[in-house]
Each structure stands twice: as C-alpha cells, then as structure tokens.
C-alpha cells in the first residue's frame, strides 16, 4: 500500500484493517488538504475537510458493513451519531451493497 501512496503523490493516508469478511479501507489525500480522521474502525473513517480559505467544514464519513444484521446495525449507529453530533453537512460514501438490504 505504501508504495501506491508514493506513486500517486498523497500527502497522507489512513487505512484500517478489513474484516473476515471484507477488505480494507482506505482514504488518501493530497498536500494542502486540511484533513482531520476523527473516527476510524474496521467499518468506518470520519474525516473533517476544512477549507481554509472561507472556513468552511464538513464531514467525510467512509465505510463498509459486515452482512449481519447487527453488522449493518452497529455501522449506522455508529454513523448517524458522528453526523447528528457535527453541525454542518455531510457526505457517506462506501460499500452499500448489504448495508441497505
């Protein structure tokens, strides 16, 4: 992984070790990002961007859940308390095929 990190020039990154089940996560960005990984599980990572510029944050939240139905329920307990407790907008992206079933 560290080797695709240096090819594609990020500034920096945060992977989280996959399940039995699933794969890793991972999110990388680039010099000058303003980043701030405030949650991370093997299901999971929340990320702050801040733009700097105008002030602006908002909530980058990444994830895959387990096929179990108390997998799915943990994952979007877990996300709806990270995004009902920031005051700002959000966005969720992932691995949604059994998460929504």
């Not at 996959?18 to 794969?23: H, K, L, N, P, V």
């Amino acid at each position: 992984m560290g080797q695709i990190i240096i090819e594609l020039d990020f500034f920096g990154s945060c992977i989280v070790e996959g399940t039995s089940t699933a794969g890793r996560i991972c999110l990388f960005w680039c010099k000058g990002t303003q980043l701030d990984i405030i949650h991370s599980s093997k299901t999971l990572i929340v990320a702050m961007i801040v733009d700097i510029s105008i002030g602006y944050k908002w909530l980058l939240c990444c994830g895959h859940c387990l096929s179990s139905k108390a997998g799915k329920s943990s994952f979007w307990v877990a996300t709806r308390e990270v995004v009902q407790e920031f005051d700002g907008d959000s966005v969720i992206i992932g691995d949604f095929n059994k998460v929504i079933e």
